[in-house]
């Protein structure tokens, strides 16, 4: 049985910005799959849980909500397309075979860090409860950049006489 359930930590409700590539996927999306309306057990609060109506963006081909049994499927069949768009646009790019939902999450953090992201705003867009969390998993994507403290000093100290 399909449920809405409470997010694992304070840190899951957040904003993430995103690109306008991705809002204007959305907005596609959206107007060839309008979201739809389902009756569905609420849990998000696990002593009262509740049936409501929730608008779904995302739904199952039956136009409910998405089964964790179907989702491995629906993912695999994503991949594929995926792949075939890449493969057709001429790009070299591909999503390995296996890869999973999380997979993208450190895809994800990883642009992030490579991109000069701070372990804070890694920390906020990745919903960790503390940046020691964020740091646990993710110092060797830090630690394999380039170290530029010399130039940094030689920066600050080229103008003192």
């Known amino acids: 049985m399909p449920y809405l359930g409470e997010p694992k930590t304070k840190?899951?409700?957040r904003a993430v910005p995103q690109g306008q590539s991705v809002v204007d996927e959305i907005e596609l999306h959206r107007k060839e799959f309008p979201p739809k309306v389902v009756y569905i057990?609420?849990?998000?609060?696990p002593r009262k849980p509740v049936w409501r109506h929730a608008r779904l963006l995302y739904t199952s081909e039956t136009g409910g909500p998405i089964r964790r049994g179907s989702w491995a499927k629906l993912w695999a069949r994503n991949i594929k397309r995926a792949?075939?768009?890449?493969s057709k646009s001429g790009s070299k790019v591909r999503v390995p075979e296996g890869t999973t939902l999380h997979d993208l999450r450190h895809f994800y953090a990883s642009v992030?860090?490579?991109n000069g992201a701070t372990p804070k705003q890694?920390?906020?867009r990745l919903?960790?409860?503390?940046?020691?969390i964020t740091l646990n998993v993710y110092t060797h994507l830090w630690e394999a950049e380039a170290d530029r403290t010399a130039d940094?000093?030689?920066?600050v100290l080229s103008d003192v006489p």
């Open 11 to 13: 840190q899951s409700y």
């Open 41 to 45: 057990e609420d849990r998000t609060n």
């Open 83 to 86: 792949n075939a768009h890449l």
């Open 112 to 114: 992030l860090i490579k």
């Open 122 to 124: 890694v920390q906020m």
């Open 127 to 132: 919903g960790h409860a503390k940046p020691s």
């Open 152 to 155: 940094m000093m030689e920066a």
